[in-house]
Protein backbone atom coordinates (compact mmCIF):
# COMPACT_ATOMS: atom_id res chain seq x y z
CA UNK A 1 0.00 0.00 0.00
CA UNK A 2 1.67 3.30 -0.83
CA UNK A 3 2.09 5.67 2.13
CA UNK A 4 -0.33 8.14 1.13
CA UNK A 5 -3.20 5.85 1.07
CA UNK A 6 -2.14 4.57 4.40
CA UNK A 7 -2.24 7.79 5.56
CA UNK A 8 -5.97 8.05 5.16
CA UNK A 9 -8.18 6.92 7.43
CA UNK A 10 -11.75 7.94 5.29
CA UNK A 11 -11.77 8.09 1.33
CA UNK A 12 -15.21 8.87 0.03
CA UNK A 13 -15.22 8.98 -3.75
CA UNK A 14 -18.29 10.59 -5.70
CA UNK A 15 -20.92 9.91 -2.82
CA UNK A 16 -24.66 10.40 -3.97
CA UNK A 17 -27.99 10.03 -1.49
CA UNK A 18 -31.08 9.68 -2.78
CA UNK A 19 -34.38 9.64 -0.96
CA UNK A 20 -37.81 8.95 -2.78
CA UNK A 21 -35.32 10.23 -6.27
CA UNK A 22 -34.40 13.42 -4.39
CA UNK A 23 -30.58 14.05 -4.30
CA UNK A 24 -29.61 15.32 -1.39
CA UNK A 25 -25.68 14.49 -1.78
CA UNK A 26 -24.57 15.31 -5.06
CA UNK A 27 -21.15 13.05 -5.45
CA UNK A 28 -19.00 14.10 -2.42
CA UNK A 29 -15.35 13.19 -2.42
CA UNK A 30 -13.11 13.42 0.54
CA UNK A 31 -10.43 12.19 2.29
CA UNK A 32 -10.16 12.49 5.66
CA UNK A 33 -6.02 11.55 7.08
CA UNK A 34 -5.65 9.59 10.22
CA UNK A 35 -5.20 11.09 13.40
CA UNK A 36 -6.82 14.00 12.01
CA UNK A 37 -9.66 16.05 13.94
CA UNK A 38 -12.19 17.31 10.85
CA UNK A 39 -14.76 19.50 11.09
CA UNK A 40 -17.85 19.18 8.84
CA UNK A 41 -19.41 22.70 8.81
CA UNK A 42 -22.98 23.09 7.20
CA UNK A 43 -26.19 24.62 7.71
CA UNK A 44 -29.06 22.85 8.86
CA UNK A 45 -30.41 20.36 6.23
CA UNK A 46 -27.15 20.65 4.22
CA UNK A 47 -26.60 16.49 4.44
CA UNK A 48 -24.10 16.67 7.16
CA UNK A 49 -25.90 13.86 9.18
CA UNK A 50 -26.75 12.01 5.72
CA UNK A 51 -23.15 11.99 4.83
CA UNK A 52 -21.82 11.37 8.36
CA UNK A 53 -23.85 8.13 8.31
CA UNK A 54 -23.23 6.41 5.66
CA UNK A 55 -19.08 6.80 6.57
CA UNK A 56 -19.94 5.15 9.93
CA UNK A 57 -22.27 2.20 8.08
CA UNK A 58 -24.97 3.29 9.50
CA UNK A 59 -26.70 4.14 5.81
CA UNK A 60 -25.63 3.24 2.12
CA UNK A 61 -24.54 5.44 -0.33
CA UNK A 62 -27.22 5.43 -3.22
CA UNK A 63 -24.14 5.78 -5.52
CA UNK A 64 -20.14 6.61 -5.08
CA UNK A 65 -17.77 4.64 -2.30
CA UNK A 66 -16.73 5.24 0.77
CA UNK A 67 -13.31 3.42 2.15
CA UNK A 68 -12.85 3.76 6.70
CA UNK A 69 -9.51 2.39 7.33
CA UNK A 70 -8.99 0.44 3.93
CA UNK A 71 -12.58 -1.34 4.03
CA UNK A 72 -15.54 -0.60 1.86
CA UNK A 73 -18.30 0.45 3.70
CA UNK A 74 -20.78 -0.57 4.88
CA UNK A 75 -19.23 -3.65 6.66
CA UNK A 76 -20.47 -4.74 10.03
CA UNK A 77 -17.20 -5.69 11.59
CA UNK A 78 -16.20 -1.70 11.57
CA UNK A 79 -18.47 -1.41 14.36
CA UNK A 80 -15.42 -2.65 16.08
CA UNK A 81 -13.41 0.29 15.10
CA UNK A 82 -16.02 3.15 14.61
CA UNK A 83 -16.97 4.88 17.57
CA UNK A 84 -20.59 6.77 16.18
CA UNK A 85 -22.71 9.40 18.10
CA UNK A 86 -26.09 10.26 16.14
CA UNK A 87 -27.82 13.38 16.66
CA UNK A 88 -30.70 11.78 18.96
CA UNK A 89 -29.69 9.73 21.58
CA UNK A 90 -30.28 6.14 21.35
CA UNK A 91 -30.16 4.93 24.97
CA UNK A 92 -32.35 2.88 26.85
CA UNK A 93 -34.63 5.23 29.09
CA UNK A 94 -35.28 2.40 32.19
CA UNK A 95 -31.55 1.26 32.06
CA UNK A 96 -29.16 3.37 34.35
CA UNK A 97 -26.02 4.77 32.83
CA UNK A 98 -23.68 1.83 33.77
CA UNK A 99 -26.28 -0.69 32.63
CA UNK A 100 -26.02 1.08 28.74
CA UNK A 101 -22.54 1.58 28.68
CA UNK A 102 -22.10 -1.97 30.31
CA UNK A 103 -24.85 -2.91 27.42
CA UNK A 104 -23.09 -1.15 24.64
CA UNK A 105 -19.31 -2.15 25.58
CA UNK A 106 -20.79 -5.89 25.45
CA UNK A 107 -21.75 -5.67 21.81
CA UNK A 108 -17.86 -4.07 21.31
CA UNK A 109 -16.27 -6.85 23.07
CA UNK A 110 -15.37 -4.99 26.83
CA UNK A 111 -15.47 -7.28 29.78
CA UNK A 112 -14.61 -7.82 33.49
CA UNK A 113 -11.88 -5.25 34.45
CA UNK A 114 -11.67 -3.50 31.65
CA UNK A 115 -15.31 -3.09 30.79
CA UNK A 116 -14.91 -1.40 34.37
CA UNK A 117 -12.04 0.96 33.77
CA UNK A 118 -13.72 1.78 30.60
CA UNK A 119 -16.77 2.90 32.37
CA UNK A 120 -15.21 4.89 35.13
CA UNK A 121 -12.88 6.52 32.73
CA UNK A 122 -15.35 7.41 29.82
CA UNK A 123 -18.07 8.45 32.77
CA UNK A 124 -15.35 11.26 34.48
CA UNK A 125 -14.55 12.58 31.06
CA UNK A 126 -17.77 13.93 30.44
CA UNK A 127 -18.77 14.83 33.82
CA UNK A 128 -21.15 11.59 34.94
CA UNK A 129 -19.85 9.62 37.54
CA UNK A 130 -21.81 10.69 40.33
CA UNK A 131 -24.61 10.23 38.11
CA UNK A 132 -23.82 6.62 37.12
CA UNK A 133 -26.45 4.47 39.10
CA UNK A 134 -29.42 6.82 37.80
CA UNK A 135 -32.12 5.66 35.02
CA UNK A 136 -31.04 7.75 31.92
CA UNK A 137 -34.75 8.66 31.42
CA UNK A 138 -33.95 10.92 34.50
CA UNK A 139 -31.08 12.60 32.73
CA UNK A 140 -31.66 16.43 31.49
CA UNK A 141 -30.96 16.32 27.26
CA UNK A 142 -27.38 17.75 27.85
CA UNK A 143 -26.76 14.72 30.10
CA UNK A 144 -28.11 12.47 28.03
CA UNK A 145 -25.68 14.26 25.13
CA UNK A 146 -22.73 13.45 27.35
CA UNK A 147 -23.72 9.92 27.87
CA UNK A 148 -23.99 9.44 24.30
CA UNK A 149 -20.38 11.25 24.05
CA UNK A 150 -19.19 8.44 26.59
CA UNK A 151 -20.66 5.70 24.83
CA UNK A 152 -18.76 6.28 21.48
CA UNK A 153 -15.76 6.47 23.40
CA UNK A 154 -16.03 3.30 25.28
CA UNK A 155 -14.72 0.83 22.83
CA UNK A 156 -11.73 3.26 22.33
CA UNK A 157 -12.23 3.06 18.44
CA UNK A 158 -9.66 3.95 15.72
CA UNK A 159 -12.24 6.22 14.17
CA UNK A 160 -14.97 8.83 15.94
CA UNK A 161 -17.71 10.04 14.21
CA UNK A 162 -19.44 12.43 16.05
CA UNK A 163 -22.51 14.46 15.02
CA UNK A 164 -22.93 17.53 17.21
CA UNK A 165 -21.44 16.12 19.92
CA UNK A 166 -21.47 19.45 22.23
CA UNK A 167 -25.17 20.61 21.44
CA UNK A 168 -26.71 21.90 25.13
CA UNK A 169 -22.93 21.08 26.47
CA UNK A 170 -21.98 24.03 28.87
CA UNK A 171 -18.58 25.99 27.42
CA UNK A 172 -16.50 24.58 30.40
CA UNK A 173 -17.35 21.06 30.00
CA UNK A 174 -17.15 21.86 26.14
CA UNK A 175 -13.63 22.66 26.33
CA UNK A 176 -12.91 19.88 27.97
CA UNK A 177 -14.22 17.46 25.66
CA UNK A 178 -12.34 19.28 23.00
CA UNK A 179 -8.96 18.99 25.23
CA UNK A 180 -9.41 15.43 25.24
CA UNK A 181 -10.63 15.22 21.32
CA UNK A 182 -6.72 16.76 21.34
CA UNK A 183 -5.63 13.89 22.99
CA UNK A 184 -7.16 11.34 21.21
CA UNK A 185 -6.16 12.94 17.61
CA UNK A 186 -2.83 12.57 19.58
CA UNK A 187 -2.32 8.86 19.99
CA UNK A 188 -3.78 8.11 16.49
CA UNK A 189 -7.66 8.07 16.43
CA UNK A 190 -9.33 10.20 13.59
CA UNK A 191 -11.92 12.21 14.30
CA UNK A 192 -14.84 13.37 12.01
CA UNK A 193 -17.03 16.29 13.70
CA UNK A 194 -19.79 17.76 12.64
CA UNK A 195 -20.95 21.06 14.05
CA UNK A 196 -22.81 24.54 13.71
CA UNK A 197 -20.86 26.32 16.14
CA UNK A 198 -18.04 28.42 14.47
CA UNK A 199 -15.49 28.40 17.72
CA UNK A 200 -15.31 24.60 17.65
CA UNK A 201 -14.60 24.80 13.75
CA UNK A 202 -11.62 26.38 14.16
CA UNK A 203 -9.99 23.80 16.94
CA UNK A 204 -10.43 21.54 14.04
CA UNK A 205 -7.15 20.50 12.06
CA UNK A 206 -9.30 21.05 8.24
CA UNK A 207 -12.83 21.85 7.69
CA UNK A 208 -15.09 20.83 5.05
CA UNK A 209 -17.97 23.23 3.96
CA UNK A 210 -21.30 21.34 2.91
CA UNK A 211 -24.05 23.33 0.81
CA UNK A 212 -27.20 22.33 0.16
CA UNK A 213 -25.42 18.52 -0.54
CA UNK A 214 -22.20 19.24 -1.97
CA UNK A 215 -18.93 20.11 -0.38
CA UNK A 216 -17.92 23.78 -1.29
CA UNK A 217 -14.55 23.88 0.43
CA UNK A 218 -11.73 22.07 2.12
CA UNK A 219 -8.75 23.09 4.08
CA UNK A 220 -7.69 24.12 7.24
CA UNK A 221 -9.48 26.87 9.00
CA UNK A 222 -6.64 29.15 8.47
CA UNK A 223 -6.13 28.68 4.91
CA UNK A 224 -10.33 29.07 4.17
CA UNK A 225 -9.85 32.52 6.20
CA UNK A 226 -6.90 33.36 4.28
CA UNK A 227 -8.76 32.40 0.80
CA UNK A 228 -11.39 34.29 1.63
CA UNK A 229 -9.91 37.45 2.89
CA UNK A 230 -12.27 36.48 6.23
CA UNK A 231 -11.68 37.41 9.87
CA UNK A 232 -13.44 34.06 10.84
CA UNK A 233 -14.91 31.05 9.76
CA UNK A 234 -18.51 32.51 9.89
CA UNK A 235 -17.51 35.24 6.94
CA UNK A 236 -15.17 32.06 5.48
CA UNK A 237 -18.50 29.96 4.72
CA UNK A 238 -20.62 32.74 3.61
CA UNK A 239 -18.31 33.85 1.60
CA UNK A 240 -18.07 30.02 -0.22
CA UNK A 241 -21.48 30.31 0.29
CA UNK A 242 -22.09 32.60 -2.67
CA UNK A 243 -22.46 35.50 -0.04
CA UNK A 244 -19.81 38.34 0.05
CA UNK A 245 -19.79 40.61 2.86
N1 LIG B 1 -34.76 9.56 5.76
C1 LIG B 1 -34.92 10.64 5.02
N2 LIG B 1 -35.93 10.71 4.12
C2 LIG B 1 -36.10 11.79 3.32
N3 LIG B 1 -35.31 12.89 3.37
C3 LIG B 1 -34.29 12.89 4.25
C4 LIG B 1 -34.05 11.77 5.12
N4 LIG B 1 -32.96 12.05 5.87
C5 LIG B 1 -32.55 13.29 5.51
N5 LIG B 1 -33.35 13.79 4.54
C6 LIG B 1 -33.20 15.10 3.87
O1 LIG B 1 -31.84 15.23 3.48
C7 LIG B 1 -31.42 16.58 3.61
C8 LIG B 1 -30.16 16.63 4.46
O2 LIG B 1 -30.50 16.33 5.83
P1 LIG B 1 -29.41 16.14 6.96
O3 LIG B 1 -30.11 15.72 8.21
O4 LIG B 1 -28.34 15.27 6.46
O5 LIG B 1 -28.84 17.62 7.12
P2 LIG B 1 -27.90 18.22 8.26
O6 LIG B 1 -26.91 19.07 7.56
O7 LIG B 1 -27.36 17.13 9.10
O8 LIG B 1 -28.87 19.12 9.09
P3 LIG B 1 -28.87 19.43 10.69
O9 LIG B 1 -27.67 20.25 10.95
O10 LIG B 1 -30.15 20.16 10.91
O11 LIG B 1 -28.83 18.10 11.36
C9 LIG B 1 -32.59 17.36 4.20
O12 LIG B 1 -33.25 17.99 3.14
C10 LIG B 1 -33.44 16.27 4.81
O13 LIG B 1 -34.79 16.65 4.80
Not at 1 to 13: F, N, P, V
Request: hydrophobic residues 40%; charged residues 25%; proline residues 3%.
Amino acid sequence: MAKQERDICIQTRNVCRKFNDKEVLHGISLDVRRSEIFGLLGPSGSGKTTFVKMIAGIDEATSGEIDVLGTRMPKLKMMNHIGYMAQSDAMYAELTAKENLEFFGALFGLRGAKMKRRIDEVMALVNLTEHVKRPVGAYSGGMKRRLSLAIALLHEPEVLILDEPTVGIDPVLRKSIWDEFDNLSRQGTTILVTTHVMDEADKCHRLGMIRDGSLIAVGTPEALKLETGSASIEEAFLYYGGVRA
